[in-house]
């Protein structure tokens, strides 16, 4: 899959984007990101890229030319079935894991990094296909969201994360205990690795007594608790057996 990021901060992307599994899906030639730089974009000498709003009010405003000479640049180096521009904005739907598993059957993402007050409504109405938030708070660009984007969707890839394609759902299941959506959003249960004892703090029995049933049983216990305490939210979307209400009490 192909990230192409727009952003007027090239170079916020050196630290975010170099480690870990989006650093190694790269260097495996499973994903490539290329990051452009909205004012090599400009025809200016002082490579505007934003300017005040029409109608008066306070902040700037990304202009259109940029943004609509960056896009058509990008969308005229290649044609790929399919593949959607996106723009980073308070404004937008709610990226979550569900948009995360659409996002990752496409072959080519295009991320505008909002920035300021804005961007010139023409360029959402023409270029844009998503307008996506990552979440209910305001940050000052898109920056951040789009790393936040590349990873959610990099981690779901096929290969990625030793999920082969073929058995991209069971390995779902398997995987993805974070946010376990196939099980109706129930948070992850708590782990525990060595050493048994950490200054007084000590592993749970049940961890250590060997019987698979039990193990499952507790983490179940824990991962509904948890989720009861941390996101209520989650649980009228759960589908809850008899057995799991019972171990809610
Ligand atoms: Cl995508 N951009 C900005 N600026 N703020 C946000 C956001 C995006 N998602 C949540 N807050």
Redesign the pocket.
């Known amino acids: 899959m192909d990230f192409d990021i727009i952003t007027i901060f090239p170079e916020f992307f050196n630290g975010p984007l170099s480690h870990g599994m989006v650093f190694q899906a790269q260097k495996r030639g499973l994903i490539d990101i290329r990051i452009h730089d909205l004012r090599d974009f400009t025809t200016d000498r002082h490579k505007t890229v934003d300017d005040r709003p029409f109608g008066g009010g306070a902040g700037m405003v990304l202009k259109p030319e940029p943004l609509f000479r960056a896009i058509r640049k990008i969308q005229a180096e290649r044609t790929l079935s399919s593949r959607k521009v996106i723009l ?3 404004q ?1 739907k709610r ?1 979550e894991q569900p948009q995360a598993t659409q996002f990752s059957t496409l072959h080519q993402a295009i991320l505008i990094c ?1 920035r300021y007050e804005g961007v010139d409504e023409r360029v959402t109405q023409c270029l844009v296909d998503e307008e ?11 920056e ?2 789009a790393c936040v984007f590349v990873d959610a969707v990099t981690r779901l890839l096929p290969g990625v994360l030793n999920n082969s394609s073929s058995v991209i759902n069971e390995s779902f299941a398997v995987i993805e205990n974070a946010l376990n959506l196939a099980d109706g959003c129930i948070l992850d249960y708590p782990h525990y690795t060595r050493p048994e004892d950490f200054e007084g703090e000590r592993v749970p029995d049940v961890l250590l007594c060997g019987d698979h049933k039990r193990v499952e049983r507790w983490r179940r216990k824990k991962a509904l608790e948890k989720t009861l305490k941390n996101r209520p939210d989650l649980l009228q979307y759960a589908t809850l057996s008899e057995d799991d209400k019972q171990l809610l009490g």
């Open positions: 980073l904005t308070p937008g990226f909002g996506l938030s990552i979440g209910d708070y305001v940050l000052s660009g898109g951040l969201a």
